[in-house]
């Protein structure tokens, strides 16, 4: 089946209803809800993570389980945001069976929903949580541990990795280091200047993210 030209489409809604139907990639045949993400359309900030996992699969929406309470906590208590202030969403929209690593032809067949979606919604920042994340919007094989907290100009936006709030449930001091970068985040947000169109440094224009 011929994938759809997303060029015409300029809400959040009517990208929604496509991905919605999407039959592109086998994830289709086990999941429960297609998870789209949520949030306020018009935010600076855009969370991208992973996949959906058992908890967003059923309900439909992204970061319900824990992992997403405590994103909500470090929102609220290092950066100031609720939830309906940010954008959230993840690079696959169906979950992966058993939470299984994403595989690379699912990532090609489901980028162009996530490649609209940062169209759409043009934020200022887009903070990606963890490594299978940051690699899809990089477009790079690197390690989140080294690279994480350091924001990347990327065509008028900023890049901002960080680690999966998952990664720091059990982990303190994984958790600590993302209070850290949690506080940059806050800082980058704050500060008035985008970075320049013409200042790309990351190989993020082969995406068609930006
Ligand atoms: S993961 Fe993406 S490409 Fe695959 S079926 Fe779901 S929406 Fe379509």
Same mark, same amino acid.
């Given at each position: ?46 969370? #991208?993570?992973?996949? !959906?996992?058992?908890?967003?699969? &059923?309900?439909?929406? @992204?970061?319900?389980?824990? $992992?997403?309470? /405590? ?75 080294? #690279?994480?907290?350091? !924001?990347?100009?990327?065509?008028? &936006?900023?890049?901002? @990795?960080?680690?999966?709030? $998952?990664?720091? /449930? ?41």
């Amino acid at each position: 089946m011929p994938e759809e030209d997303l060029s015409q489409i300029n809400s959040l809604a009517a990208l929604e209803q496509v991905v919605k139907t999407c039959s592109h990639c086998p994830l289709r045949q086990t999941r429960t809800h297609v998870v789209f993400g949520i949030g306020n359309p018009h935010s600076d900030l855009v969370f #991208i993570g992973e996949a !959906p996992g058992f908890h967003e699969d &059923r309900k439909g929406e @992204p970061f319900v389980g824990a $992992a997403g309470r /405590l994103l909500d906590e470090l929102l609220i208590t290092v950066v100031g945001l609720a939830r309906k202030d940010i954008y959230i969403a993840n690079v696959l929209k169906c979950r992966p069976p058993n939470n299984r690593d994403p595989q690379p032809d699912e990532i090609e067949h489901c980028r162009p929903f996530l490649d609209k979606q940062i169209e759409l919604i043009d934020p200022k920042v887009i903070c990606t949580l963890g490594n299978h994340a940051t690699r899809a919007v990089l477009n790079q094989n690197i390690n989140i541990s080294r #690279i994480h907290g350091r !924001p990347i100009q990327s065509g008028g &936006r900023w890049i901002f @990795p960080t680690y999966h709030p $998952a990664a720091a /449930l059990y982990t303190g001091a994984i958790k600590q280091l993302l209070i850290e970068d949690f506080k940059k985040l806050g800082e980058l947000l704050a500060e008035d200047t985008a970075p320049q169109k013409s200042a790309d440094s990351a190989g993020t224009e082969q995406m068609g993210l930006f």
